[in-house]
């Protein structure tokens, strides 16, 4: 399965490039800044130059799959969230189902919510807004909604729920196996749920969905 990975220089996407890169499916890293392509050619892994803020289709064009793991980040302007998680992430969708990409998988988040009042509601209430575009789309989705993001080791055990607020912490290791294994785990697609590390083997798990 061919598959973009939107947002592809980020921390968890490119643990989620890597993983791929050793499975059976052909990555292609989505990247915003031609120097980075250097990484992900060391990776052997091919790369197309995009921007969420203006027309994708060149990078959609030919996959079978979309992992949606881009972000403004937390040192942008509320403006740069608006553009990116919520209007970049629909611009993804709608390119998604022109050129009949039919596999879209969201990295979102916990405590979403379109009337969000939380420290971060801009952030909250994007990300809202883009997964309910998704779950009213006709596209074969997976919303995966990690909490707190850490760097700690992968261990592949997680505790998975379709509860869809809350608190905990989440590796970037078992958030990127997370995604990956979606892409195989017909069960999967239609559902949203929270992954957060736990003790649960991550296979099981996701069968449990």
Same mark, same amino acid.
């Given at each position: 399965?061919?598959?973009?990975?939107?947002?592809?220089n980020?921390?968890?996407?490119t643990r @989620?490039i890597r993983?791929?890169?050793?499975?059976?499916?052909?990555?292609?890293?989505?990247?915003r800044d !031609?120097?980075h392509?250097?990484k992900?050619?060391?990776?052997?892994?091919?790369t197309? #130059?995009a921007?969420l803020?203006? !027309?994708i289709?060149?990078a959609?064009?030919?996959c079978?799959a979309?992992?949606?793991?881009?972000?403004s980040?937390?040192?942008?302007?509320?403006?740069?969230?608006v553009?990116i998680?919520?209007?970049g992430?629909?611009?993804?969708?709608?390119?998604a189902?022109?050129?009949?990409?039919?596999?879209?998988i969201? &990295?979102?988040?916990i405590? +979403?919510?379109?009337?969000?009042?939380? !420290?971060?509601?801009?952030?909250?209430?994007?990300?809202?807004?883009?997964? +309910?575009? #998704?779950?009213?789309?006709?596209?074969?989705?997976?919303?995966?909604?990690?909490?707190? &993001?850490?760097d700690? !080791?992968?261990?592949?055990?997680?505790? @998975?729920?379709?509860?869809?607020?809350?608190s905990g912490?989440t590796?970037?290791?078992?958030?990127? =196996?997370? &995604?990956v294994?979606?892409l195989?785990?017909?069960?999967?697609?239609?559902?949203?749920?929270?992954?957060?590390?736990?003790?649960?083997?991550l296979a099981? =798990?996701?069968?449990? #969905?």
């Open positions: 399965m061919k598959v973009l990975v939107i947002g592809a980020g921390n968890t996407a @989620v993983r791929l890169a050793e499975s059976d499916h052909d990555p292609v890293a989505m990247i !031609p120097a392509r250097a992900f050619d060391r990776l052997g892994v091919a197309v #130059l921007d803020e203006y !027309p289709d060149h959609i064009q030919g079978d979309i992992i949606f793991a881009a972000g980040g937390g040192k942008t302007g509320k403006d740069k969230t553009l998680d919520h209007l992430a629909i611009r993804s969708m709608v390119a189902q022109v050129h009949d990409v039919r596999r879209y969201m &990295l979102s988040s405590n +979403n919510d379109i009337h969000s009042q939380s !420290p971060i509601a801009h952030y909250h209430r994007a990300k809202a807004h883009a997964d +309910n575009h #998704l779950v009213e789309s006709d596209l074969d989705y997976t919303i995966v909604c990690p909490g707190g &993001l850490t700690e !080791p992968g261990t592949e055990l997680v505790a @998975v729920n379709t509860e869809l607020q809350g912490l590796s970037r290791e078992n958030l990127a =196996a997370a &995604l294994a979606c195989d785990c017909d069960n999967s697609v239609g559902k949203s749920f929270s992954l957060l590390d736990g003790d649960m083997p099981e =798990a996701m069968m449990a #969905l």
